[in-house]
C-alpha cells in the first residue's frame, strides 16, 4: 500500500495544496509517520481507539490541531473546497472524513507537520524527524525502535522515485 500512497495519495493531496507545502522531505515524512502509525493498513485504530485515517488523526488532537491553527485553518478550508465538500463541516464531519478519504488525510498529515516551526529534516537526519513526529503527532505510546526503520523506508522511496524522475 505504502507505493499506492506514494505514487497516487501523496500527489493528489498535493495538488488541493500550495505548492510551496510539496518537497522531498515533507513527503519523506509523510510516508515514514504513515508507516509508524499504522503501516498504510489501518485506516481505523485498532481496538476501537478514537484515531481515523492512514495517519492516525484523533479528533481532539490532529485534526483539531489543523482545523484551528492560524497557519492552517484556511488552507484546510481552501483543501475541503477543491475537494468538493460543503463549507462549515464540523470537526466531527472532519474526523469522519479521514477514514475514508486517504486524500484528506494526506492533506491533513501535511498541514500538522506545517505547523511545526522548523524545517523538515534531510534524509540522514532520522533523530530530528523522530523529534519533529512527536512533536506533531503526540502519540500516546511511542514507538522509537521502529522509527529508523520506517524513515528510511520512506526515504528510500522517496529517493528512488526522484532518481527514476532524474533519468527519465
Known sequence: MISVVHRFIVPA???VLPERMQS????????AIGLQESEFEARRQHAGGPARG???????????GVATHDDTRDLLTDAIDRLRYPRGLSLTAQ??????????????????????????????????????????????????DTWERNYGRAWTMVADAEQRTVEE
Open 54 to 64: 492512514f495517519w492516525q488523526f484523533e479528533k481532539n488532537g490532529g485534526m483539531k
Open 95 to 144: 474526523h469522519a472524513m479521514l477514514e475514508h478519504n486517504d486524500v484528506f488525510a494526506c492533506v491533513c498529515a501535511r498541514l500538522l507537520l506545517w505547523t511545526l516551526p522548523r524545517i523538515l529534516p534531510q534524509a540522514d537526519q532520522p533523530s530530528q524527524g523522530w523529534h519533529q513526529y512527536l512533536d506533531a503527532w503526540r502519540p500516546g505510546k511511542p514507538h522509537p
Open 24 to 31: 522531498l522531505q515533507a513527503t519523506a515524512m509523510l510516508l
Open 13 to 15: 493531496a498535493y495538488a
